[in-house]
């Protein structure tokens, strides 16, 4: 059981938008900066949004996060094949000391 | 390029001992803090432990606590993890990564990230 709390799984078609939430608490994302990770299939995760709502230099402005109170949102726009990957939100933990994943959300194009 | 290798992976009975490494290269490694996250099979990221540039501050997940020990050489540009009493559960792909941080004012400290992430290096723990 994560402590950051994401769907297990979302589709949607090619060209729509989709959005992943990302639940938490008051010692995770209700007081700390929330980051995103996408981990295509077989690679290692790289850093998709940081601080919340930053995009890395090289990401696609199709990406973009938001957060309010204790969730975080990530929304992906004009959907293509590439963006089939898993999904993960993280968080410092004040009360863990460490740092949280979400369980991770599996998108699928259909 | 800014990168980090990690090596040191295999299989390893119950019980026994490992000790990974990971290299850095491309940026100034005794500058920024650094990190293991791993991944077992078919499951979701878990982090593993964080070390503080000077090593000064050291963070282990509840899991490994114990068991686990990070460390880094500055001089050497490496970033390890010696992991005795290994079990079962520990097996999974063991990833190295970068801290990159930013001062906020709405968050009354430093924010936070990791990147890069290494290719990861596997451990099986398995009798």
């Known amino acids: 059981q994560s402590v950051l709390t994401q769907p297990p799984s979302v589709s949607e078609a090619p060209g729509q938008r989709v959005t992943i939430s990302c639940s938490g608490g008051s010692s995770n994302i209700g007081n700390n900066a929330v980051n995103w990770y996408q981990q295509l299939p077989g690679k290692a995760p790289k850093l998709l949004i940081y601080y919340d709502d930053l995009l890395p230099s090289g990401v696609s402005d199709r990406f973009s996060g938001s957060k309010s109170g204790t969730s975080a949102s990530l929304a992906i726009s004009g959907l293509q094949s590439e963006d089939e990957a898993d999904y993960y939100c993280a968080a410092w933990d004040d009360s863990l000391n460490g740092v949280v994943f979400g369980g991770g959300t599996k998108l699928t194009v259909l | 390029e800014v990168q980090v290798v990690e090596s040191g992976g295999g299989l390893v009975k119950p019980g026994g001992s490992l000790r990974l490494s990971c290299a850095a290269s491309?940026?100034?490694?005794?500058?920024?803090?650094m990190n293991w996250v791993r991944q077992a099979p078919g499951k979701g990221l878990e982090w593993v432990a964080s070390i503080t540039y000077r090593s000064s501050y050291i963070y282990y997940a509840d899991s490994v606590k114990g068991r686990f020990t990070i460390s880094r050489d500055n001089a050497k540009n490496s970033l390890y993890l010696q992991m005795n009493s290994l079990r079962v559960d520990d097996t999974g792909v063991y990833y190295c990564a970068r801290t990159s941080q930013s001062w906020s004012t709405g968050y009354s400290g430093y924010v936070e990230w990791f990147d890069p992430w290494g290719q990861g290096t596997l451990v099986t723990v398995s009798s």
């Open positions: 491309g940026f100034t490694f005794s500058n920024y803090n």
